[in-house]
């Protein structure tokens, strides 16, 4: 029903800033909440942010808040996750997810979501 494709991820230094995007397909996208999470080698997935249908709340882990930003543009079904001041800790992969619940507000929790990305590496150095 929706298909996620990550793009954006690449190497930069601690301190550094770098954007992904998530380009969905399907004509519902602006129905579904979205997130981000991550997934470091040897490390369960963790949640990253997460975005309502209509983009009017966010969500953020407290290992990011003040750092990443999730923003959304329904008309261009895509989301994006611009992330500043980067830390070698946030050295990972990151996958989009879409929650395909009705105009949803968004979750913390992976099983909430249905449609994956297949994820764009993120390497910070130190």
């Known amino acids: 029903q929706v298909q996620l494709v990550e793009s954006g991820g690449g190497l930069v230094q601690a301190g550094g800033s770098l954007r992904l995007s998530c380009a969905a397909s399907?004509?519902?996208?602006?129905?579904?909440?979205m997130g981000w999470f991550r997934q470091a080698p040897g490390k369960e997935r963790e949640f990253v942010a997460a975005i309502s249908f209509s983009g009017g709340n966010t969500y953020y882990a407290d290992s990011v808040k003040g750092r990443f930003t999730i923003s959304r543009d329904n008309a261009k079904n895509t989301v994006y996750l611009q992330m500043n001041t980067l830390k070698p800790e946030d050295t990972a992969v990151y996958f989009c997810?879409?929650?395909?619940?009705?105009?949803?507000?968004?979750?913390?929790?992976?099983?909430?979501?249905?449609?994956w990305g297949q994820g764009t590496q993120v390497t910070v150095s130190s």
């Open positions: 399907g004509r519902t996208f602006r129905r579904y909440a």
């Open positions: 997810a879409a929650d395909l619940t009705d105009y949803g507000v968004g979750s913390r929790n992976s099983y909430a979501y249905d449609a």
